[in-house]
């Protein structure tokens, strides 16, 4: 009986984000739109991994699947309630009657709520999609890439930087080409790290690093936070698939490599959870300001401009469609020096090694509360 009643809580907690979660995504539509959406019935149910979830008009009903909700993130369940979303928008305030279920109607109102029109019937989950695939021309990079951090690994600290820089700078390379000669490339987005209603500073820092490194961009957007009921916010990246890929694998390392650093640090001092904060900054700073050298040692002065952060402008026009409508905000906070400086030292002497996979991430959602 316990168990049935916890299942029974759990899935009224997931539906109650569905409806959070489908009140989020109108601010994008025009103002004459954002009134004629009515709240719909939500529904899980198995569908036998046929279907991620689909739009019932007659009963005005949005079901989504058990399988997706309980085996991936909520960023894969967000962008199939979406697909969703949009289709009872093009019915029913769009008019969409007697057009194939994905016709011209349809995809007006994907373009209008930022929706992915393919993110239904056996279309891989973001999860999958993120952590697997790679076109073509990308694949022989993340394998270079893959290459010299394995080298990284190096139990010589001279070679191990030399190998994790070349990769930081090939990356670099590889993206400034791609930009000047304005090849076509596709954008995916996806969570770093787990909605929450209040992220501890040094998410912010480590967003910044991210951003300055794998030219992707980060926005933090309203998410539905499973343990308290309520929206709360969350890190979301923007770029190729392989910068992604790369940002996700170091969002995941710092992190380890902070708590490692913490444990060890904090076993005799029982210092609290606002010291981890200052001496988790130092650690993300340190990183930051050890490439920036190890940059300015290797870049000559006739290529001073390697210095500087390159724009995609592909990229730009992409956020400036998904998110017409942004705000600037600052976390500010006093940090204690000496713990701040501890994590500077370490920081400077952390490696990024190995490695570019999402298989060791935590994908479940539903399950985590």
């Known amino acids: 009986m316990r168990r049935k009643s916890l299942e029974e809580d759990l899935i009224r907690r997931i539906l109650k984000g569905l409806l959070y979660e489908w009140k989020s995504f109108f601010w994008v539509l025009p103002p004459h739109y954002r009134d004629l959406m009515k709240p719909p019935i939500f529904r899980l149910n198995d569908m036998m991994k046929e279907s991620w979830g689909y739009w019932n008009p007659e009963k005005r009903e949005i079901c989504i699947s058990q399988d997706l909700v309980f085996n991936y993130s909520w960023a894969s369940v967000r962008e199939v309630l979406l697909h969703e979303i949009a289709h009872q928008f093009a019915y029913e305030v769009l008019g969409c009657k007697g057009e194939s279920p994905h016709g011209p109607t349809f995809q007006r109102a994907c373009f209008l709520l930022r929706a992915n029109p393919k ?115 969350v890190l979301e990246i923007t770029g190729t698939l392989k910068n992604v890929q790369l940002a996700a694998y170091l969002y995941d390392f710092v992190h380890s490599y902070i708590n490692q650093q913490w444990e060890q640090y904090n076993q005799d001092r029982r210092l609290n959870r606002y010291r981890k904060t200052d001496f988790a900054i130092g650690i993300i700073e340190g990183f930051r300001s050890k490439l920036e050298e190890q940059r300015k040692v290797k870049t000559s002065l006739s290529k001073r401009n390697s210095l500087m952060k390159i724009s995609d402008p592909r990229l730009d026009k992409y956020m400036s469609y998904k998110y017409p409508i942004t705000s600037k905000f600052r976390r500010n906070g006093k940090s204690n020096l000496h713990i701040y400086q501890d994590g500077l030292r370490l920081g400077k002497q952390m490696i990024v090694y190995k490695g570019i996979t999402y298989e060791d991430r935590e994908k479940r959602f539903a399950l985590e509360g």
């Open 119 to 233: 993110a239904s019937g056996k279309f891989k989950p973001l999860d999958e999609r993120v952590a697997n695939e790679s076109p073509d021309e990308e694949e022989k990079i993340l394998q270079k890439i893959k290459k010299l951090l394995a080298l990284a690994e190096s139990q010589n600290q001279h070679e191990a930087e030399a190998a994790m820089l070349k990769a930081q700078d090939f990356i670099r390379k590889y993206n400034v080409e791609i930009i000047e000669l304005d090849k076509k490339r596709n954008f995916v987005s996806t969570f770093l790290g787990k909605p929450a209603l209040r992220h501890p500073r040094e998410e912010y820092h480590l967003a910044t690093l991210i951003q300055d490194q794998y030219f992707v961009q980060g926005i933090w957007i309203p998410a539905y936070v499973l343990e308290k009921e309520k929206m709360g916010r």
